[in-house]
């Protein structure tokens, strides 16, 4: 099986059956990561391009490792907001970049839809490292693939979602997601961090944390952002923690053998307690290992083909919408 | 079909006559639907035109004799005739932006689509805040404009929401109401100040009601498609919460208030509501307000990218209803050119607006296609109603009044290319739209200024 798609963009757009081809592959790059010797010559020759204008560390290592493993030679460009303002357009940058001939673009961007605009626009494959608050694809599938070690189907799972939801694209690829699979989403969070018509894409509502644990097999708590807006989501982190933080007092109520994901980075003591973070029931640290093998499988699928004429013949996304020119 | 414009703004000389030196010169519209919503005119009648003035509207009557050179006849059988179209909201962008729009392309795409006045926004650089930016843009208008343009000061020094520019200075150089269009008037005591100084003038004050601190860094509207698509929101209470004040506010010093381009339920309510109080408050409605919701916006399509932004369906049915029971006194395009610089970027980043001079006619008729208004509606809201919110003389053909009428081939089915649009812009997400109705003629003063000419 090989993916209908050049780009990585969305959950949203990916069906069941490439979701889970994406993690059996997954699974097997994943032995290779065990491997003495860590390196496969697949992409060799092979040139992708980590463009974040974002801040990352954690999923631009992930990507750069993921490459490297592969054999494929990855360059890193982090770009800072402040230099855009004055500097050339994103589609400048990415058209310079492309005359370069590389096989694959990782984009991180603050706005929604950027990665979008970059599939549209160029012949090489785009991967969205996150975009703005709309979608974190590789974080998704790396959730799927660890609480999938864990369980053999996600069938009928309840999964909880605590946090700032309207701020996270974690949140929205989860969503799109676990659903696919079959699970039962609830996201739990204050009011103001729970956007309008997110039920619409298939989650439950509960504003109470004890509540929200009762019953579930999986939760994710997201991390949060003390200083996000000028009018703050929250009075303070005390209070947040008090009501919305997972500590080991509030998981006496959860289910026996509950899973505990966080995307990374943590606040220790706000969102999650350190002895929940560092707890038997903590997939941290596995999240993060599976995630470059999700990476490796990303890269695997969308360049690994004999010949990058083949994608150019395909559909382009169909996230992008056609549109004048302007 | 292919279609191809024409623009003529040289004035044609009248034949000469030798014993009364210049003959008037003459023009008469045969055999139209004439349709003037103001004055209950419907039939089939002749429009002639003298001197650049209506001389009479008649039935076509057998003893008719048009023969001579001073006539300039215009056959307009199976053609429906309505007086000139007015679009009270423009954006011209000159001085300042001419890589977007100018005066003289901006009123040829004006002409093209049908209107014969046009009233156009003060956030030009400099911002129409002196009566020398007036001045400079009325003596433009008067070299390049086929048509009428009527420029609108700024009701802020800047449209900087602090000191109010001086607007009695502005009237007299020829501004015909007061905008901040574009910018909220954040400060309310500096809107009371500026409505209560504006009854001294009678002119309009037209408001871009926006609560700023609610919108907030919002892209588009704050629903299901925002939260899907991860962008920020508007919520409808940023625009409901202005449009209260600015009623409010006018009710308190009995000024004339315009609100521009409402989109939310709640506003026409509160619209609907002060009109019922005797309250002297206007609205305006946009073609695309009216014509897409929030759905146009995914694919980040930041052709869909409007303030403010493209609404849910109930606030179109709302609108609908509002245009219906005329809580809407006006279609207005805010028409904003913008070019591939502030459009062909990341949707956060790309500007506000879309061109709709060339496509409001057509979308209008499209609501009456749709059952949602009558013919007569669509021809009231473009004309007679837009003149009455804004005080202008004219929207209706009165004989001795300037000779502006738009004729309107009605069954004529076209597709939108944006490439052959008169504007310098070509931002619209209507392209490849098809439309049932457009301007073929615009005629100003007794003159043709647009024709169409079908080309196979």
Redesign the interface.
Known sequence: MKLKRKDLLSIEELSVEEISFIIETARSFKRVNERDIKKVPTLRGKTVINLFYEPSTRTRTSFEIAAKRMSADAINISVSQSSVKKGETLKDTALNLEAMRPDCIVLRHASSGAPAMLAELLDCSVINAGDGMHEHPSQALLDMMTVLERFDSLEGLNITIVGDVSHSRVARSNIYGFNKLGANVTLCGPPTMIPHGIEEMGATVEYDLDRAIRGADVIMMLRIQLERDRVPLFPTAREYADRYGLNLKRLKGAKEGLLILHPGPINRGVEISPEVADGPYSLLIDQVTNGLAVRMALFYILIGGPSESEHEAEEPDSNGKERGTA | MKLKSLIRTEKREAPPDEEHGYKMKRLVVKGARVLDPATGLDAKLNIIAMGGRFASIRPPHEDDNYEGAEWDVVEAEGLLVVPGLIDIHTHLREPGFEYKEDIESGAKAAAAGGFTTILCMANTEPVNDSASVTRLITKRAAAVSPIKVLPIGALTKGLEGRALSEMGELKDAGCVAFSDDGMPVKDPAIMRRALEYSTSLNLPVISHAEEPALT?GGVMN???V????????IPNASEDVMVARDIALAELTGARLHIAHVSTRGAVDLIRAAKARGAKVTCEAAPHHLTLDHGAV??????AKMSPPLRAEEDIAALHAALKDGTIDAIATDHAPH??IE???????AANGIVGLETALGLTLGLVGDGIISLAQAVTLLTSGPARAMGINSGTLKIGASADMTIIDPDMEWVVE??KFLSKS???PY?GRAMKGRAIRTIVGGETVYEMSAEG
Do not use: I, Q
């Open positions: 907030g704050e629903g299901v925002s939260t899907r698509m991860g962008l920020k929101g995914v694919g980040y399509d930041t052709f070019s591939s459009k062909d970027v990341e949707f956060d980043a944006p490439e070509r931002n619209t392209g």
